[in-house]
């Protein structure tokens, strides 16, 4: 009998799809050819972030999101400098390290990996298995070329990042916004063994396409009245309208000379409150956004970070984000005297 995998992502984000698909694929090339690959999505909310009684495979991989410490879990990758929800989380990590170093002189091939230098947890994995495993990574360099591009902002303008031409920019719009449960297990496979060009005429994926395309006109515009630019720092609130998945560049399209943005909106289950950098803005001595988003209960990137609050909690969350942006705009003001 075949074993099962379930492999849990980060849900709602085309780097945590991508990180599933090519793990799913390393796995079934390099670990196990007829393991049973199920998926789970996973989102940042207020609260705990997992159940231990998810944790039902014979083996439980996370990919592209926070570590868990359960000893359920035997497969780990993560990116983010935020990657840890505590200090006694960060110590076990260590101590798996410390084990899995031990194994090694045995010639035990770790399973658990983290390393926040890579923009992408796609470009992680696949180079980590490359390296450790000998995993061909070679049939997935278009996936992981576009992970790359899409969670390290590497678009030549905001203008390539807005206006949404590419197969790969089409599919992270919809992979943001679906509401279908089942859409991502849907989806991952076909990343794994298909070019994008074809995925995104999938019939499934192609009848998202036009009315997502009109929402994201419909979020532009709504962003062009709502976002206020000041001291360099875009702020606004869109939590009275459904549109959490907005396009996160539209703040630097449409004020390219910002360098922070701090958006406020909500979604069924939560208050969310996500922080960015202008890609296309240089600055010395930039903010961790990261940083300052842990000390909410969030956390991210250097760069780009976010704060999720439950949906009760609506007031804390607009608490939260009017204190960062006098935060970052004070930074700028302080910077220009």
Known sequence: MPIRLRIFFHDKCFDGLSSAAVFSRFHRERICGDAEHQFSGLVHRAG???????????ENAIV?????????ITWWFDH?????????????????????????ARGVKPRKFYDPGFRSCTEFIASTAERVYGFDRSPLGELIRWADIIDGALYPDAKTAVEMQEPAMKLTMVVEATQDAGFAGRLIP???????????????????????????T????????????????????ITDQPMEGYNKFIPYYLHPGCIYSVGLSKSSFRVKVSVGSNPWVREHDMVNLARICERYGGGGHARVGAISFDVSQAEAARAAATEIVAELRDDQRQKRC
């Open 48 to 58: 705990a972030l997992f159940e231990e009684s998810k944790f039902d495979g014979d």
């Open 64 to 72: 592209d999101f926070k570590y868990s410490a359960s000893p359920r």
């Open 80 to 104: 983010h400098e935020s990657a840890f929800l505590t200090a006694a989380d960060s110590d076990h990590f260590q101590r798996e390290l410390q084990l899995q170093q031990a194994n090694s």
């Open 190 to 216: 076909l990343l794994a063994s298909r070019p994008l060009s074809e995925i995104i005429r999938e019939p499934f994926i192609a009848e998202l396409v036009p009315p997502l395309l009109e929402r994201h």
């Open 218 to 237: 419909a979020s532009l515009e709504l962003l062009r009245r709502r976002a206020e630019c000041r001291a360099r720092t875009v702020f606004f609130d």
